[in-house]
């Protein structure tokens, strides 16, 4: 198995807050604790969390309780164990509890927090991983499907609707259909009989079935993924959790003005920078939803009063009064969430994907207003994965993953070019840099001639050099038309490797590998985790 970096400078939808926060840290210092690479960054946040109060004991009680019902191992408790304890941190991940565990990169979060915990931990910092289920979550479209790849690469798309008790729910109280047996037919179907499948199988249909919900069974699949390294699930939706966050929720609702321009004034501060302010906080957005009559609805303020989705006006005492009978109601929002994890955990590190590592950004302000110290926040590893078959046409024609992002047109000129008339590809090149230099010697003429045919001479290097372009793609086109394989080619790359135009990471679901490569593949993955760089891995298997 053999990997190879590339940086996200390079990778298609890579935003500058996430480039500069890889590869030029000081340039995003001001909105996060310290560089991910530091390990003095992680040992500051334990020394500060050393004189901060975390209910170690009850939450050791909830997580034994919680993971036992899971299904976990040994090593799971022991970590646990250790959490009680005052000299034992948490390194943080999470994810919405997407079908089948979710797209591929949900595997690479966990296994980076994995390896990111035992490092801190062979520094002498000690740590456990966990790993934050967002079952308060209502968004059950974005979490209802999977996907998997036939034999021609073609996308299939696995599916349950679910049945959920009002129409917006959280998703963890969301129950599997009859839909659930049919997705997993369906994963069979375009999986290769052998010990990979069948194992896979067995462990989905263990723990995805009708009726039940879609936390229990992400948390049951996901014991059966990570307990071997003694991963640490957490489902929120718990109202023993719940009563542990109390103080969190009262502060968000009490001071909600004050916090919501705290974030505001983070939000202008990113954009002055030039990047992006991840969550749009509006002028009268609070931090909390409040679950009525089983939907999960956001809560805004406005002039003191507050209102429920913007409609139905609640008084502050009323809200404090549920707060104290009934907290299970209450949540947190995207940016509020970090702060109730910390509040409950010994966090020194959180392992994010680049949306989160956005939001975390903005989020930093809060974390002063709450007196907690945000931990640091960790990169996860990510991988564009390459089976044998793709491999070797990427070999047969010298092109890369990167040429593949690049878009169909690039590739199939690559392709072509590799495939037909050796040298015509680098004679066009040669013709259009011969092109340009006449031009540019005609500049210097005109400039001294009649400076106004400048103008025109510009149009006409423009027309030509479309029409190079026109040119180089017809012979293309004209190649591969000459090919049927060379275009099945170019199109069962683009749809493996980068599919729908997304990152692989993100549309297919990691189960797909998981089938074809056998659970092995979390290992190898596990040791190709960099932790003093992050750049996207392309990974042979």
Same mark, same amino acid.
């Given at each position: 198995?053999?990997?190879?970096?590339?940086?996200?400078?390079?990778?298609?939808?890579?935003?500058a807050?996430?480039?500069d926060?890889?590869?030029?840290?000081?340039?995003?210092?001001?909105?996060?604790?310290?560089?991910?690479?530091?390990?003095?960054?992680?040992?500051?946040?334990?020394?500060?969390?050393?004189?901060?109060?975390?209910?170690?004991?009850?939450?050791?009680?909830?997580?034994?309780?919680?993971?036992?019902?899971?299904?976990?191992?040994?090593?799971?408790?022991?970590?646990?164990?250790?959490?009680?304890?005052?000299?034992?941190?948490? /390194?943080?991940?999470?994810?919405?509890?997407?079908?089948?565990?979710g797209?591929?990169?949900?595997?690479?979060?966990?296994?980076?927090?994995?390896?990111?915990?035992?490092?801190?931990?062979?520094?002498?910092?000690?740590?456990?991983?966990?790993?934050?289920?967002?079952?308060?979550?209502?968004?059950?479209e974005?979490?209802a499907?999977?996907?998997?790849f036939?034999?021609?690469?073609?996308?299939?798309?696995?599916?349950?609707?679910?049945?959920?008790?009002?129409?917006?729910?959280?998703?963890?109280?969301v129950?599997?259909?009859?839909?659930?047996?049919?997705?997993?037919?369906?994963l069979?179907?375009?999986?290769?009989?052998?010990?990979?499948?069948? $194992?896979?199988?067995?462990?989905?249909?263990?723990?995805?079935?009708?009726?039940?919900?879609?936390?229990?069974?992400?948390?049951?699949?996901?014991?059966?993924?990570?307990?071997?390294?003694? /991963?640490?699930?957490?489902?929120?939706?718990?109202?023993?959790?719940?009563?542990?966050?109390?103080?969190?929720?009262?502060?968000a609702?009490?001071?909600?003005?004050?916090?919501?321009?705290?974030?505001m004034?983070?939000?202008?501060?990113?954009?002055?920078?030039?990047y992006?302010?991840? /969550?749009?906080?509006?002028?009268?957005?609070?931090?909390?939803?409040?679950?009525?009559?089983?939907?999960?609805?956001?809560?805004?303020?406005?002039?003191?009063?507050?209102?429920?989705?913007?409609?139905?006006?609640?008084?502050?005492?009323?809200?404090?009064?549920?707060?104290?009978?009934?907290?299970?109601?209450?949540?947190?929002?995207?940016?509020?969430?970090?702060?109730?994890?910390?509040?409950?955990?010994?966090?020194?590190?959180?392992?994010?994907?680049?949306?989160?590592?956005?939001?975390?950004?903005?989020?930093?302000?809060?974390?002063?207003?709450?007196?907690?110290?945000?931990?640091?926040?960790?990169p996860?590893?990510?991988?564009?994965?390459?089976?044998?078959?793709?491999?070797?046409?990427?070999?047969?024609?010298? /092109?890369?993953?990167?040429?593949?992002?690049?878009?169909?047109?690039?590739?199939?000129?690559?392709?072509?070019?590799?495939?037909?008339?050796?040298?015509?590809?680098?004679r066009?090149?040669?013709?259009?840099?011969?092109?340009? $230099?006449?031009?540019? $010697?005609?500049?210097?003429?005109?400039?001294?001639?009649?400076?106004?045919?400048?103008?025109?001479?510009?149009?006409?290097?423009?027309?030509?050099?479309?029409?190079?372009?026109?040119?180089?793609?017809?012979?293309?086109?004209?190649?591969?038309?000459?090919?049927?394989?060379?275009?099945?080619?170019?199109?069962?790359?683009?749809?493996?490797?980068?599919?729908?135009?997304?990152?692989?990471?993100?549309?297919?679901?990691?189960?797909?590998?998981?089938?074809r490569?056998?659970?092995?593949?979390?290992? $190898?993955?596990?040791?190709?985790?960099?932790?003093?760089?992050?750049?996207?891995?392309?990974?042979?298997?």
């Amino acid at each position: 198995m053999s990997a190879n970096c590339i940086p996200y400078t390079r990778v298609p939808h890579s935003s500058a807050l996430f480039s500069d926060y890889l590869y030029h840290f000081d340039k995003v210092r001001q909105f996060y604790t310290g560089s991910p690479y530091d390990f003095s960054s992680f040992a500051g946040v334990a020394e500060d969390l050393r004189t901060r109060a975390t209910p170690r004991v009850e939450m050791a009680e909830i997580l034994e309780r919680q993971n036992r019902a899971f299904g976990c191992g040994e090593a799971t408790l022991e970590n646990i164990r250790r959490l009680r304890e005052t000299a034992t941190f948490a /390194v943080v991940t999470g994810q919405q509890v997407g079908l089948f565990a979710g797209p591929a990169f949900t595997l690479y979060k966990a296994l980076t927090a994995v390896k990111l915990a035992r490092s801190l931990s062979e520094q002498g910092l000690e740590c456990v991983p966990v790993f934050w289920l967002a079952t308060e979550d209502h968004d059950l479209e974005e979490v209802a499907e999977g996907a998997a790849f036939d034999e021609d690469y073609n996308l299939v798309v696995l599916r349950d609707s679910g049945e959920r008790p009002s129409a917006r729910s959280s998703v963890g109280v969301v129950r599997h259909t009859g839909q659930i047996t049919t997705a997993i037919s369906q994963l069979e179907a375009v999986l290769p009989a052998g010990e990979s499948r069948t $194992r896979l199988l067995d462990d989905l249909r263990a723990c995805y079935a009708p009726g039940a919900t879609w936390g229990e069974s992400f948390a049951r699949f996901a014991t059966r993924l990570f307990s071997q390294w003694g /991963v640490i699930l957490l489902d929120p939706l718990d109202e023993s959790i719940h009563s542990l966050s109390a103080g969190v929720y009262q502060r968000a609702l009490g001071n909600a003005a004050k916090l919501r321009n705290s974030l505001m004034e983070s939000s202008h501060a990113l954009l002055g920078r030039g990047y992006h302010a991840q /969550v749009h906080v509006g002028d009268d957005s609070t931090l909390v939803f409040l679950t009525q009559n089983g939907d999960r609805r956001a809560l805004h303020e406005r002039d003191g009063s507050f209102l429920i989705d913007g409609t139905d006006q609640v008084a502050l005492e009323q809200l404090q009064s549920t707060l104290a009978g009934r907290l299970i109601d209450f949540s947190p929002n995207v940016l509020l969430r970090p702060l109730v994890q910390d509040s409950l955990l010994p966090t020194v590190a959180y392992v994010a994907g680049p949306s989160e590592l956005a939001y975390l950004g903005q989020a930093k302000p809060l974390y002063a207003e709450f007196g907690r110290p945000q931990p640091v926040v960790f990169p996860r590893s990510a991988f564009t994965l390459i089976d044998a078959r793709t491999d070797r046409v990427l070999e047969k024609y010298k /092109v890369s993953v990167e040429d593949v992002w690049q878009g169909e047109e690039h590739l199939g000129r690559r392709i072509a070019a590799s495939g037909f008339a050796e040298g015509w590809s680098e004679r066009f090149d040669q013709s259009e840099r011969e092109l340009g $230099r006449l031009l540019d $010697r005609l500049q210097a003429d005109f400039e001294k001639l009649d400076p106004t045919l400048l103008d025109t001479l510009q149009h006409a290097k423009e027309k030509m050099t479309y029409q190079m372009e026109r040119l180089r793609g017809k012979v293309t086109r004209a190649a591969l038309g000459r090919s049927e394989l060379m275009a099945r080619h170019v199109q069962a790359l683009s749809q493996f490797l980068h599919p729908h135009k997304d990152l692989q990471e993100r549309r297919v679901s990691g189960v797909y590998f998981l089938g074809r490569a056998g659970y092995e593949l979390l290992d $190898r993955v596990l040791a190709q985790v960099q932790l003093r760089c992050s750049d996207h891995q392309t990974l042979k298997y």
